[in-house]
């Protein structure tokens, strides 16, 4: 196929990547969350729901980005997410009050968001048959490295021009890349097979399955995957929309050094991705799920135990890196369990996991933090508590992985 010998998807890959920069800057949250509360005279709570909403809406533009990737749409995909991703942003700058942080910050941005990151993550895994774990990798570590970039600079900004000018510059900025390197993503044509690679024949129906998400709801495997997506997303986006306050209210950390924190940690979820992808290629997806479960729960006790910052920076690069995992990993177990034919919606639908750990992480946080004078200790014990939940539905997921009749079985009538 001539289009696939002219096709640099490499080119692609790295445009991608930068894009996912941009919109990962919404991990960054925490660096506005406490400037903001100051502005609009609101407690952290009312400012947090703002960010949960950005994150707990985020299966809709899944969907939405998915299918427009499963149909040849990824660039205009890009374009229509990263204009409400950018726009989103400069409006949050010129917000009055809270309410409107969750129209443009919540909706706006989160809708806009979600469309980018389906579309790099879905062309990206089409693109690359041959090596799924380390294209799938780099495209996802894009976007869990965003805050690492973003978050010194927003706190510059702040610092130097408030949070308001802040984020109008942001989002100004995240428009002009997001477009521009928009113009060179090109979406994966059907069948994409690279130029020198064979794709291997796989016996049975395992190396056939495409299953639509209408049928993949019935199976008792979504269910299975969806939970783990939640419990490994969850403890993440505890600390990913609280780790500035956690360092400047536990650990006694200042806004700038909190910053800092926030870069170590979005570093550890970028390397994560890669890392944790590596692994289970080598271990498989059930093994390496159990060992991030235990990762958590450990790094749970050593953040709910310590009094000093070595503690807190242990804890949060391990959080960090078992986050990132997470991330990495589901975008495989859904095409290698569901197939790629419909691999965009269905990666969508499942994304429903990660968006009730970005409902109710945030809120588990909060509400314990509220309740225990600013303290999080509470809410890390329950954090580590569902992890080990977690670690029994990934060894239920081993389990199941053998077996015909849970996401192998009837593939035919699936198709």
């Known amino acids: 196929m001539n289009d696939n010998v002219k096709l640099n998807r490499w080119a692609i890959l ?22 903001l509360t100051n502005v609009f005279d609101a407690s952290m709570g009312e400012i ?35 204009t409400m991703f950018g726009v989103g942003f ?16 919540g909706l706006l941005a989160g809708v806009g968001q979600g469309i980018v990151y389906s579309s790099t993550i879905g062309n990206t895994v089409k693109l690359f048959p041959d090596k799924r774990g380390l294209g799938t990798g780099i495209v996802t570590a894009g976007y869990g490295g965003g805050t690492i970039v973003i978050a010194p600079i927003a706190n510059a900004l702040i610092d130097n021009f408030g949070v308001n000018q802040a984020l109008v510059t942001l989002g100004i900025s995240f428009l002009v890349v997001i477009l521009s390197c928009g113009l060179f993503v090109k979406s994966s044509p059907a069948d994409y097979t690279p130029e020198g690679w064979t794709p291997p024949v796989i016996s049975g129906n395992k190396g ?23 419990i490994g997303a969850l403890s993440g986006m505890m600390v990913t929309a609280n780790a500035s306050v956690i360092g400047q209210t536990m650990f006694g950390l200042t806004a700038a050094t909190a910053a800092i924190y926030v870069s170590l940690y979005s570093f550890s979820n970028c390397m994560g991705r890669i890392f944790w992808g590596a692994v289970s290629d080598r271990i498989g997806r059930a093994y390496c799920l159990m060992a991030i479960y235990l990762v958590v729960s450990t790094m749970m006790l050593v ?34 369990k569901f197939g790629m034919k419909y691999y965009g919606v269905n990666y969508g639908v499942t994304f429903i996991g990660y968006s009730g750990a970005a409902f109710f992480g945030p809120r588990i946080a909060n509400r314990f933090a509220a309740a225990n004078n600013g303290m999080f200790t509470n809410a890390f ?22 077996k015909k009749q849970i996401g192998t079985a009837s593939t035919e009538a699936a198709v």
């Open 14 to 35: 790295v445009a991608s990547t930068i894009i996912n920069l941009c919109v990962g800057a919404v991990y960054a949250f925490s660096i506005f969350a406490l400037p």
């Open 48 to 82: 947090m729901l703002a960010f949960t909403i950005n994150a707990a809406i985020s299966p809709i533009p899944m969907i939405l980005g998915g299918r427009l990737v499963d149909k040849g749409g990824a660039k205009k995909a890009i374009f229509i997410g990263g």
């Open 90 to 105: 400069l409006l949050s700058g010129l917000a009055t009050s809270a309410w409107m942080l969750y129209i443009t910050y």
């Open 208 to 230: 056939t399955v495409n299953v639509p998400w209408n049928e993949m709801i019935k199976r008792p495997l979504f269910y299975i995957i969806a939970s783990m997506f939640l």
């Open 303 to 336: 953040i709910a135990l310590s009094n000093s910052v070595v503690g807190f920076a242990i804890a949060i690069i391990g959080i960090g890196l078992c986050f990132g995992g997470t991330m990495g990993i589901f975008p495989s177990i859904v095409g290698e």
């Open 381 to 402: 014990y329950v954090a580590l508590v569902i992890s080990l939940v977690g670690l029994v539905l990934a060894i239920i997921f081993k389990g199941t992985e053998n």
